[in-house]
């Protein structure tokens, strides 16, 4: 259903909690309906966004977890650095302005150095 080698099935099973199939007498894995949408999602992740295996597990755990986790809030958009300058010159910096992106990527610096919760 997935087109992907058994082997990677494999892999992942031991990369993700989140898939832990059941096995038949004969040990064949018999995988549920919830299992093959986790599959599904950790192929889109890695072959189709371009995550990593440890990029791709936090996001599954996340998505996984619901709404009851706090959700990332969504990126704010970028600020508009360019102000007018004395002479009306689009593109120049004020010093307020620098000011206060630099604040902003100090608070961004403290949330990336934040431990996990």
Known sequence: MADLAPYVLRYWETEFPALAPNKSGGGQRLYSQHEVDVILRIKQLLYTEGFTIAGAKKKLD????????????????????RSSGPEGKSGTLTKSTLSRLRKELTDLLAMLEEPPS
């Open 62 to 81: 996340a998505e996984l977890a619901g709404p009851h986790e706090e959700a990332p809030s969504p990126p704010h958009p970028a600020p508009d650095l």
